[in-house]
């Protein structure tokens, strides 16, 4: 089956109107011997033995639903309402690329401004935009705000340990070689010690909430000290944390980001994801990114608008507020989709049942000999546990039960060697966890 | 094509601010040109009281819906007074740009920094080719 539209007649037409005999002409200005490379192929197969050869491909994975998952670490198994699909993989949805002509996309223009003003109720913000790739690179644009509105006169960044490894290694590599100092997650430092940081040079100071380690955090003496010091707060948040816990805006927040993968978008092995942005109304023409708006058209009707456009390169041009300047427009709306049909009190529900289940799993784990879980600080559906053994040998022996264990804290932070992150959400059953705990008690024994 | 302004008393620089010199202080804002290749302005950022401002470089923006500008410096000073009625009317840039479209004062410290300005008849001229 041939897939250009083209005839043989209307080849023929289109060289002789620019003059040339045949197509191979128009390549002449490459090298000869680079002209038509031996590409070694091997030779094309019938759609049922390629289909064949992809499902044997794709069955040596194994899927999300043969495991009980006990992993979050900024990536989390939540449960996805089949409605959802049935709206998002919809043709007009699903294939639009950049739909942003308001004379033709009215429809998903709604739906993105119907994202961002949820995600504002949820944050507490003024204002969001339409998304970034994902939660890292929302924090990377947070910095950018805050540089551009200090007027690059301020040159310090400080961020917390406890934000994500990902998102703080983002930040750097997004920020190299533009003069900006990071700090504050060298270590594993105190909020009070991470206070001390904040000085006039600081331009922003981010915290996230929850935070990596699950814990949620008072950041009011942090809040008061940043804008004493001129500087802006971020907050990095988990959205469905958000159904349960005050929000970031109430909390002094100048700028909201994090991974919004939880609101409908599978785990994907990693991928796309969805991030966030919000911000208060006076940094609004300071933001990265798509944003949809809301207005009347000549006939006085309401209709839906890319706006503050003049901030994007295309127009800007160096002096733009990033060099980015696409969305996740399907992942953003499939988060829209999933918090209508959630509501408020559905997305509480996921969250008090998030938090429950993994404060039955906390004492249950916590009763084991040799294990030992941090309560210092109140958490939401992750906490850290301290293992008799490395986390590695301890995953390994758990997968054979068909249970994925918690995230292996070594690996970022040296100081945390044999420390587990649990994740715990509404997916898992009580018998899941009971059988986890089962687990753990006869790994310690070997 | 409208019929645009440059009022006599004035100077102009290349990136068409304008400057009113009284004694040491000079008004600025821009041109009926600028205004009029924006369109609708619906934003302006300006520095606060106090900024050192340098001949050349940029002290705010002018955004309109079409485009983003750099206001440019024509004098080097400090910022002695900033005109909040068009932070809030930023229309009045378009409609009165000469007066109540003024965006910042500037106490001049170096004089010879409105040596290159233009008057009228020079920006007039210099603006033939860019209509």
Request: charged share 25%.
């Amino acid at each position: 089956m041939t897939y250009i539209p083209h005839t043989d007649v209307e080849r023929q037409q289109m060289l002789a109107a620019i003059g040339v005999t045949t197509i191979e002409d128009l390549f002449e200005a490459v090298p000869s011997t680079h002209r038509f490379p031996k590409l070694d192929l091997p030779a094309g197969v019938s759609e049922m033995e390629i289909a064949a050869e992809m499902l044997a491909l794709s069955e040596a994975n194994d899927h999300a639903q043969d495991f009980a998952i006990f992993r979050g670490a900024g990536a989390y198994h939540h449960f996805i309402p089949s409605a959802l699909n049935h709206i998002l993989l919809r043709g007009e949805f699903y294939t639009a690329y950049t739909p942003y002509q308001p004379e033709v996309s009215q429809g998903t223009l709604q739906a993105t401004f119907e994202y961002q003003s949820m995600m504002c109720a949820l944050t507490g913000m003024d204002a969001a935009n339409a998304s970034h790739y994902d939660g890292g690179t929302s924090l990377a644009e947070a910095v950018t705000v805050a540089l551009e509105v200090s007027r690059h006169k301020r040159k310090k960044i400080v961020l917390s340990h406890a934000i994500h490894p990902q998102y703080r290694a983002v930040v750097r590599t997004y920020h190299q070689g533009n003069g900006v100092e990071i700090t504050g997650d060298e270590g594993m430092a105190s909020l009070a010690e991470l206070t001390d940081l904040i000085d006039d040079n600081t331009a922003l100071v981010a915290v996230a909430y929850p935070n990596f380690f699950g814990q949620i955090e008072d950041f009011s003496e942090l809040v008061e000290k940043a804008h004493a010091a001129g500087a802006l707060v971020a907050f990095v948040i988990n959205p469905i944390a958000l159904g349960l816990l005050k929000t970031p805006g109430s909390l002094g927040a100048d700028i909201v980001v994090g991974e919004a993968q939880p609101l409908g978008i599978p785990l994907g092995f990693g991928g796309p994801y969805l991030g966030f942005f919000g911000v208060r109304k006076e940094y609004v023409r300071r933001i990265a990114g798509r944003i949809v708006g809301e207005t009347t058209d000549k006939n006085g009707k309401r209709a839906y608008v890319m706006t503050l456009r003049p901030r994007e390169q295309d127009i800007r041009r160096e002096k733009a507020t990033s060099n980015i300047c696409t969305n996740q427009g399907l992942m953003a709306l499939a988060a829209a989709i999933y918090l209508s049909l959630m509501g408020k009190h559905g997305l509480r529900k996921v969250a008090e049942l998030c938090y429950h289940k993994a404060h039955y799993a906390a004492d249950r784990i916590d009763a084991l000999e040799g294990f030992d879980v941090d309560r210092s600080k109140p958490f939401f559906h992750e906490f850290v546990v301290k293992c008799p053994l490395p986390v590695a040998k301890i995953n390994r022996a758990l997968i054979d039960k068909g249970i994925i264990g918690g995230y292996d804290l070594s690996q970022d932070y040296p100081e945390l060697e044999n420390h587990m992150l649990v994740c715990v959400t509404e997916m898992n059953s009580k018998e899941e966890i009971d059988a986890l705990v089962e687990a753990l008690s006869e790994v310690n024994v070997q | 094509m409208a019929q645009l302004n440059y009022p006599s008393d004035l100077k102009y620089a290349r990136t068409d601010e304008w400057v009113r010199l009284e004694g040491d202080i000079a008004t600025i804002g821009i041109s009926d040109f600028a205004q009029d290749q924006l369109n609708d302005v619906v934003f302006v950022e300006l520095p606060e009281v106090g900024t050192e401002v340098k001949k050349g470089e940029p002290f705010g923006t002018v955004e309109s819906v079409k485009a983003a500008s750099d206001l440019n410096a024509p004098v080097t000073g400090t910022v002695t007074e900033v005109n909040d009625a068009v932070r809030d009317n930023p229309e009045l840039i378009n409609s009165d740009p000469y007066e109540r479209g003024w965006l910042i004062k500037v106490k001049v410290s170096d004089p010879d920094s409105l040596n290159d300005l233009m008057d009228s008849a020079a920006y007039a001229k210099y603006n033939e080719p860019r209509m």
